[in-house]
């Protein structure tokens, strides 16, 4: 079988992309092995995903999404530009705003120019408790544990992944060491990431993230290049802590995320960019 792919980036995270209006989709039980061999960075085209567009019933535009271990997982929020900077471009959709279904929910995108997409990541959500999110005068959100007889504060967000943020004033420490050992406090269930923050001013912070694992084919724990739902949950951290305003630049080691917390609405918009790398044809052979 012959698929016509796409590779796309998007702050570094790179994805191929398959349009399934112009060819075939993949049976269903070839999925997971397809995903297994184009994702391999020696042996196939190799991204951190695959992403498979199409459209049918009520849904005009649909993304599923495979990580290099073959299992279909929610599309990140890189990936998501990805996908509607394609469909855009490709006549897939004539709108500058569109709709973009998942298996996580139907996601809003938004054409900003040539290299620059909008994807409304939804309402904040306090941590565990799965309760909505909102500024509030006067109300502490931060918690504290204690790391290496050091008591540690952070304030927990949870959008479509849980994340634990923790304010620096430098990145004048041993990152991996330190992201891990507080990644392994109890208080921290596994699927949670831990955010760092630097807080610049009112409109800008920077932002390394300790990535959970078990998305993307990422072994488990291990730094992000630019964590979209990071930068969405840090955004949310600093205001609600008095650091930043609602618009912020968020500065990642990937590139950069614009990132917009409505005070009416309470959603958030996370703006970035979405590149082409190059396209071509992968073999693939059917129920192998």
Partial sequence: MEIEFLKMQGCGEDTV???CFKQPKPKPTDLPGLARKILDRRRGVGADSLLLLDGSGEHRISVQCFEAGGEDVPVSGNAMRCAA???SDSGISVEEKFAIETTSGSFTTQIIDSANVRVDMGMPLRGRDGAELREKPLESFTRALV??????T????SLNASYGVIFVTQFDFSFPRTARTIAANPEFPDETGICFAQV???EELRLRVWEAGGRLGRKKGSEGLASCTGAASAVVASV???FTDREVFVHCAGGDLYVQWGERDNRLQLTGPATYVFTGTYYFEEGA
């Avoid at 790391?147 to 540690?152: E, F, K, L, P, T």
């Avoid at 952070?154 to 967000?157: A, D, K, Q, R, S």
């Fill in 17 to 19: 992309v398959m349009d």
């Fill in 85 to 87: 900077r394609y469909a």
């Fill in 147 to 152: 790391v290496d007889d050091r008591q540690v």
């Fill in 154 to 157: 952070y304030t927990p967000v």
């Fill in 200 to 202: 610049y001013n009112r």
């Fill in 240 to 242: 609600v802590n008095g």
